[in-house]
């Protein structure tokens, strides 16, 4: 009775190991690029505008994910009312030593481009992510120390109006199956030692 116990003790031990182990083996972050700012067109006519910002990797990590998000705010300032529109592809981009990895825009205009418009004396909002840092989107098998990886946001803005921008290029390192197996084997095994040397003794 009091074995049988023992058993139903280990199996609980055995599976809070076994969920801890699952924690452990989750995406760890490697590297942020954050880009944020205003900027207002103070001209008669639309203007594109592009912004980027840049860090260098401290370390070298395998398995790289990525995740992120574009936050934009529109407002009309010459009572006409405001708009900020990018082609396809060309709002958002991640960057890793100078060559594209990663375009994200929402297509929500004609021909797949992104448009966010705000009525005369008002504003508009647009906010949007991709991947998660439980369930990042591959890009590449290998971050290197000192790489380059960049953010960049390129935009048309209307006469006269002014945007708010926020955007996060968030690189990780995600564990590969045999990681996994190896961390979800580790308590079976610790386990297993545990009884033979019960038993030798």
Sequence with gaps: MN?????????????????????ASAPTEAALVTLSGVFTNTTGAAVEKEFSH????????????????LSLVITDFNRNGASITAP???????????????SFAPANA??????????????????????????PQAIASVLNANDEIEVRLKFTV????????????????????SAICAALL??????????????DS
């Design 186 to 199: 580790a308590p079976w095994i610790g386990l297993h030692r545990r009884r033979r040397t019960e038993n």
């Design 88 to 102: 396809a592809g060309q709002m958002y981009s991640g960057w890793l030593n100078g060559v594209q990895v990663k």
């Design 158 to 177: 209307s006469a006269g109006d002014q945007v708010a921008y926020s955007a996060t290029f968030n690189l990780v390192a995600v564990p590969g199956p």
């Design 110 to 135: 004609p021909g797949g481009g992104f448009a966010l418009t705000a009525a005369a004396r008002s504003l508009a909002t647009f906010d949007s992510s991709y991947g998660s840092s439980s369930a």
């Design 54 to 69: 840049k860090i260098i990797v401290t370390e070298t990590i395998t398995n790289v994910g990525a995740f992120g998000n």
């Design 3 to 23: 074995l049988e116990k023992g058993k139903g003790l280990g199996a609980n031990w055995l599976l809070g190991c076994g969920l801890a182990a699952l924690g």
